[in-house]
């Protein structure tokens, strides 16, 4: 059985837990937190993961500037990015998609969007 691992960069600590209750529904899933971009980014360097899951509105480094650090690390240019955010305007969404990530959710977020979300990125059932 393999084993996942999930990097979760988001500065609000109540949402951080909201995510991590969330996918602890997934099977075999590891998940990591990060308080912000900057953490992010530490924790990227430090292992690599199977899918990441970010904020756009951080402190400090913002969604859109980890996505575009993550496409440009040999690691991680492949790793399948989900983005939650507040912001729900068409501009941001293709502002994200261009940058590279790979899927876009809108806050509030509901747990089962986001399980199905992570599921089908990481192609388990």
Known sequence: ????????????PMMRQLLVFALARVKNLRVTEADDGVDGLRKLAQSKYDVIITDINMPIMDGLK??????TDPVHKDTPIIIITTEGSQEDRQRALQL??????????QAPQVIAKVKELLRIE
Do not use: H
């Open 1 to 12: 059985m393999a084993e996942y691992s999930c990097l979760i960069v988001e500065d609000s």
């Open 66 to 71: 980890l996505v575009k650090r993550v496409r």
């Open 100 to 109: 590279g990530a790979n899927a876009y959710i809108t806050k509030p977020i």
